[in-house]
């Protein structure tokens, strides 16, 4: 643009920046720039998109974080929840989950089972530990599979070293408790005769109770 007055030529001209850090490192400041320059505006918006594409990442960052922190938790939830169903029989697991207190229980009639090896401590000494461990393991597999409460509507309560304890008639009664509990004791006595260590086959003891109370 040609101005007579001062027989001089001016170029109007604008600065060729994006943001306010590019503003700085030439020198320059936002009042340098004309109001009707739409430089200023170019820089103000993307300062802003900038701003509200950071609080976008953060959001999407702290919304992972707590999907992943769910998800931990629902396992960690079922893993509380397997246990508590392995040791509990599922009536008392329910209430416990719910936070609700379980009150003790008599029960007049009912049998409780309790099964060993015979001449454990004997077997510990003349075999190996890894031997004695699939032992176990083999021939409680075998008594969880006899345990099944849709078979003999018996209930495994726990097993301690050698030892394997099943109720009936708890906690849920049953008239047929003994009956089925000496169902479970003469198969449990038959698949421990196909159970052999060091050549020798493995005998187990089984001895009942009646009447008892649960907490």
């Given at each position: 643009?040609?101005?007579?007055?001062?027989?001089?030529?001016?170029?109007?001209?604008?600065?060729?920046?994006?943001?306010?850090?590019?503003?700085?490192?030439?020198?320059?400041?936002?009042?340098?720039i004309p109001?009707?320059?739409?430089?200023?505006?170019?820089?103000?918006?993307?300062?802003?998109?900038?701003?509200?594409?950071?609080?976008?990442?953060?959001?999407?960052?702290?919304?992972?974080?707590?999907?992943?922190?769910?998800?931990?938790?629902?396992?960690?939830?079922?893993?509380?929840?397997?246990?508590?169903?392995?040791?509990?029989?599922?009536?008392?697991?329910?209430?416990?989950?719910?936070?609700?207190?379980?009150?003790?229980?008599?029960?007049?009639?009912?049998?409780?089972?309790?099964?060993?090896?015979?001449?454990f401590n004997?077997?510990?000494?003349?075999?190996?530990?890894?031997?004695?461990?699939?032992?176990?393991?083999?021939?409680?597999?075998?008594?969880?599979?006899?345990?099944?409460?849709?078979?003999?509507?018996?209930?495994?309560?726990?097993?301690?070293?050698?030892?394997?304890?099943?109720?009936?008639?708890?906690?849920?009664?049953?008239?047929?408790?003994?009956?089925?509990?000496?169902?479970?004791?003469?198969?449990?006595m038959d698949?421990?005769?196909?159970?052999?260590?060091?050549?020798?086959?493995?005998?187990?003891?089984?001895?009942?109770?009646?009447?008892?109370?649960?907490?």
């Amino acid at each position: 643009m040609y101005v007579e007055e001062s027989d001089k030529i001016l170029f109007p001209c604008s600065p060729h920046l994006g943001t306010l850090d590019e503003l700085s490192e030439h020198g320059l400041y936002l009042s340098d720039i004309p109001l009707h320059d739409s430089t200023r505006d170019l820089i103000l918006l993307s300062e802003q998109l900038r701003a509200e594409y950071e609080l976008t990442k953060r959001l999407e960052d702290a919304t992972d974080t707590c999907q992943r922190t769910y998800g931990e938790l629902q396992v960690q939830k079922e893993m509380a929840d397997k246990l508590l169903y392995s040791i509990l029989p599922p009536p008392v697991a329910d209430q416990l989950r719910l936070g609700n207190q379980v009150p003790p229980v008599k029960y007049q009639s009912a049998t409780i089972l309790f099964s060993g090896i015979c001449d454990f401590n004997q077997i510990c000494t003349r075999s190996s530990p890894i031997m004695v461990v699939q032992l176990l393991n083999e021939l409680f597999q075998k008594f969880d599979a006899l345990a099944e409460p849709r078979i003999y509507n018996v209930y495994k309560v726990e097993t301690v070293g050698d030892k394997y304890m099943l109720a009936s008639g708890l906690p849920e009664r049953t008239e047929l408790h003994a009956r089925n509990m000496a169902l479970v004791a003469l198969d449990m006595m038959d698949v421990a005769k196909d159970t052999f260590i060091d050549g020798h086959r493995v005998q187990v003891s089984i001895d009942h109770c009646w009447s008892t109370i649960t907490t």
